[in-house]
């Protein structure tokens, strides 16, 4: 027994040197960017205003484009949020204005999907981020047992096969999941005793996007009902809607095309 934590130990320290820095074995870690990122927001930002967001966002501003720019995806959004701002005002104390840059579509994502471990469990969950898993999202992952090994080093890199979460729920109508709103609230609350103002931005949605899910409406039905309107008072009146051509198959992301050409006249548009 002995032996064997030795070499779970040993391992972990190889482990967790190999993502000390960017190198020949991190970089092979597709999630390492979002581990850079949460270790980053732990220091001094240069701003008073910290940017987060979905992958779209990301397009429009891909990794280390600022140092206060933090974006990452839809499927970790709802909690990172909360955690980014919250390691932020420890070491930014100056922070004044926390914006989510995010298409609506973000908000309905939920933590049982294919991707969660990928993406979330892999990057963020370990030693330094273990205060801000709170029962609720402990309970979630315990669902799949092997899931807690993924807060090791030495597991996070062995080149086995994701763990899936998504069992039999399937991610429906675009309303705001009890996952983002469970973080949502947290970060609101956290935001509002720190004077700190919490803003939500639209990234550009397709055309089919809007008709699929009906503009929304089902979305800011849902917001009221959870007493979320104060967050999105201007957010649906300011999304620019463009041709489904400027979008790849999924109708979400740019083409690598058109976000080359038109780049900055988005960015112009969003104005953050």
């Known amino acids: 027994m002995i032996n064997i934590i030795i070499l779970l130990l040993i391992l972990e320290l ?8 960017y190198n020949y074995f991190s970089k092979k870690q597709k999630w390492y960017w979002a581990y850079v990122y949460d270790r980053q927001i732990e ?34 959004l709802a909690a990172t949020s909360y955690f980014f701002t919250s390691k932020a005002i420890q070491s930014n104390p100056n922070l004044k204005t926390v914006i989510i840059l995010t298409i609506p579509q973000s908000m309905s994502y939920i933590f049982e999907n294919s991707y969660t471990y990928n ?14 898993f709170d029962s609720y999202l402990l309970k979630k992952i315990l669902r799949r047992p092997l899931g807690f ?37 947290k970060l609101w609350d956290l935001t509002n005793n720190k004077g700190i103002k919490l803003i939500f931005t639209p990234c550009p949605v397709s055309e089919i996007s809007m008709k699929q899910y009906h503009y929304f409406d089902p979305l800011k039905a849902n917001i009221s009902e959870r007493g979320f309107s104060p967050l999105f ?22 083409t690598e095309k058109y976000l080359k050409n038109h780049r900055s006249e988005i960015l112009t548009k969003i104005k953050i």
Not at 60 to 75: D, E, G, H, I, Q
């Open 119 to 132: 993406i979330f469990i892999k990057p963020f969950f370990n030693y330094r981020n273990i205060k801000y």
């Open 149 to 185: 090994l993924g807060f090791f080093n030495f597991y996070k890199v062995l080149p086995i096969d994701d763990i899936s979460y998504q069992f039999d729920q399937i991610q429906g109508d675009c309303k705001m999941s009890e996952f983002y709103a469970h973080y949502l609230a």
């Open 233 to 254: 008072t201007d957010y649906f009146n300011k999304i620019n809607t463009l041709p489904d051509t400027c979008f790849i198959k999924d109708r979400i992301h740019f």
């Open 14 to 21: 190889l482990a967790t040197w190999m993502l000390s820095s």
């Open 43 to 76: 220091n001094d930002i240069g701003s008073d205003t910290l940017v987060l967001g979905c992958s779209v966002s990301n397009q429009l501003f891909p990794f280390m484009a600022k140092k206060n720019y933090k974006t990452t995806s839809a499927v970790d």
